[in-house]
DNA sequence: AGGGGGTATGTAAACGTTTACAAGTGCAGC
DNA sequence: GCTGCACTTGTAAACGTTTACATACCCCCT
């Protein structure tokens, strides 16, 4: 009953010319005459003809994919990162797989067939926690394509990076507090060993110092970016005998649990305790208090992330590590609204 | 310089068999003698040898993915029925390709250039608005791949469909404030023609007539899910001579916009107004107040899309419309927190 | 008239699998 | 000893493109 679809083998045959003209009117139009060109044309609208994407990657060996590993897809962070990689790989014609590497289990990370048999061509990876040896052992060594991060990053693995400036993110949040006329000044940071967390913290510690502000210890608590993270650390802001009296987050979504568990008990931002956050989600302009927090581009990050791998999949491998691998960083802001507020009284 | 990546001839070739020999080990391993099967895994460990997934779709006429066809990826809603599709997919060998279908200009689709070109072998429909003649007449008709909806539908095009009961989620709402003494009950719904907004309209309508509470026109206001549209809405509630005491929400997304308009000019949320809203996203829990809302299984919701695209795939065409389409609804739940509370005096 | 350099096309061999078909073996039943 | 069947394996033809190479033609120059 349904008949094969159509090939180019039956355009082709409808134009009166052979395959290769057909390909070529496709795919390099420059090559083929005018005229010859309108009649593969008109043949392909006669015949309903669609150009089967598997067999030219087949034909020329490699997959029309790029993949992108994202540590946890319910985190509304990286819905914008996502989008502006899909923006422009699609523009160049490139599937986007999205995995979310979240470990099932403690210790073992969920990778995807496509990816042990390099189905891609290229890999975007937003997850600075995947195991060294995870990353650069999959398939055989000639195989390996090429890797961009984006985001967050492996310190010993040499490959083009595409971040923001944390430290100016953390300084920027800092100075804001110290404005408002602040001098216990707390950090709550992700998970530990993430380089987000260290760069942050770091940032913040520095910041402190160049304010002449204290820098304490018992102040800074360890979350993981997460929600319920934020509420942890209110909870031990609210046991604690000897307070901040504002706090810097490493996420928006710490801001956000610090800030509603605190309202559980009772105790209201900005009024007792300023908040600011980290990331800008759209949701922190709606939040209650509005957030203030530090700005990451995040549709421009997915962006450059794609163009530079797009550059990487184009330089011929033995290339590749001729110069320095490039690494941008991208500019954040300070975008000040209710969460945080003068120290109140003398 | 880089050899070739080994290919299923070089494994033949090491384990003195020949190719349909190492294929059938891979894909069909009860035909192969135990002996030869074990020479074939060795070989295949000595040379290192990955299958190439192109060819193999390409010789058995498939693509080995499906599309997902998304809204709006920004929406958090989004994310979790993203992972139980990737999920049960990835358990099946798909590759999950998620394609934003926000139009770029109003009346401009956009639509990938892999979905036009059926690279997909199936494909999960989570917005509704899609016109009929952009789903129906991609590709030619024989190619049409199989298709579901999840969340939400278009009436008119009769395909498998995972929905959530909208219709007791609204009167669950309702009941809700009704048990709470409020008479004066307004709502906010989503973009007037969407699927959702009637089902949960009409499920607010019948449950306030059941309660014989009045239903007034000017207490709904018309939002399109969004945070800014909640906000929105929020304005024309303070600017409402004759205000509803409590309002329920097609979002939460819009419960929260609403909510953090209200406080920006100090009205407070449950004081003043009780709020529920409608999806439970994470953040719900951790808003200020902590929201109300009612709870949709979203992960369920995508496993349960993902099994029906398998098991529509795994039918022939000529079978696929014999038996009435399956549906199934899945229940959605009221989880009570601190955005709604007693009707307030007498 | 012969040669050189474009330009436009065709021929046919890949790309790396899967699978219909054929063929070989061993064994049971007669 | 022959037939038929079950089980393994091999042979070779697809799947639908792209592209190196060959060819044909036209035009211009000497």
């Given at each position: 009953m349904t008949r094969r679809a159509p090939s180019i083998r039956d355009v082709a045959l409808a134009a009166g010319v052979s395959t290769a003209t057909v390909s070529r009117t496709l795919s390099a139009p420059e090559l083929v005459s005018e005229k010859t060109r309108e009649s593969v044309f008109e043949a392909i609208r006669e015949t309903g003809y669609r150009l089967n994407v598997t067999a030219r990657n087949l034909r020329r060996r490699k997959t029309g994919a790029i993949a992108v590993l994202v540590p946890n897809l319910s985190n509304p962070f990286f819905s914008r990162?996502?989008?502006?990689?899909?923006?422009?790989?699609?523009?160049?014609?490139?599937?986007?797989?999205?995995t979310d590497t979240s470990p099932l289990s403690p210790d073992e990370h969920r990778f995807p067939e496509y990816f042990s048999l390099n189905q891609t061509d290229g890999l975007i990876v937003l997850d600075g926690m995947l195991s060294r040896d995870l990353l650069l052992n999959r398939g055989a060594p000639e195989s390996r394509a090429p890797m961009v991060f984006a985001c967050e990053w492996i310190e010993d693995i040499a490959r083009p990076r595409v971040s923001v400036d944390n430290r100016e993110g953390s300084a920027l949040a800092v100075q804001h507090l110290a404005a408002l006329g602040h001098r216990r000044i707390g950090h709550i940071g992700g998970p530990p060993d993430n380089v987000l967390t260290i760069a942050r913290k770091q940032g913040t510690r520095d910041a402190l110092q160049a304010a002449g502000l204290p820098c304490r210890a018992e102040w800074v608590y360890d979350g993981d970016f997460t929600l319920q993270s934020g509420a942890t650390a209110a909870a031990h802001w609210?046991?604690?005998?000897?307070?901040?009296?504002?706090?810097?987050?490493?996420?928006?979504?710490?801001?956000?649990?610090f800030i509603a568990e605190l309202?559980?008990?009772?105790?209201?931002?900005?009024?007792?305790?300023?908040?600011?956050?980290?990331?800008?989600?759209?949701?922190?302009?709606?939040?209650?208090?509005?957030?203030?927090?530090?700005?990451?581009?995040?549709?421009?990050?997915?962006?450059?992330?794609?163009?530079?791998?797009?550059?990487?999949?184009?330089?011929?491998?033995?290339?590749?590590?001729?110069?320095?691998?490039?690494?941008?960083?991208?500019?954040?802001?300070?975008?000040?609204?209710?969460?945080?507020?003068?120290?109140?009284?003398?």
């Open positions: 990162i996502l989008s502006g990689i899909a923006e422009v790989m699609s523009e160049n014609g490139f599937n986007v797989l999205i609210m046991a604690s005998p000897d307070r901040p009296t504002a706090v810097t987050c490493a996420s928006d979504e710490m801001a956000m649990g309202y559980r008990h009772g105790v209201s931002v900005p009024a007792e305790v300023s908040v600011v956050g980290f990331d800008d989600l759209e949701i922190a302009a709606h939040f209650v208090p509005p957030l203030t927090t530090i700005h990451q581009p995040r549709a421009d990050i997915g962006r450059a992330a794609a163009r530079m791998l797009l550059e990487r999949m184009a330089t011929p491998p033995q290339d590749r590590n001729r110069e320095p691998v490039p690494q941008v960083v991208l500019p954040v802001a300070l975008v000040e609204r209710l969460s945080t507020a003068p120290l109140a009284g003398p």
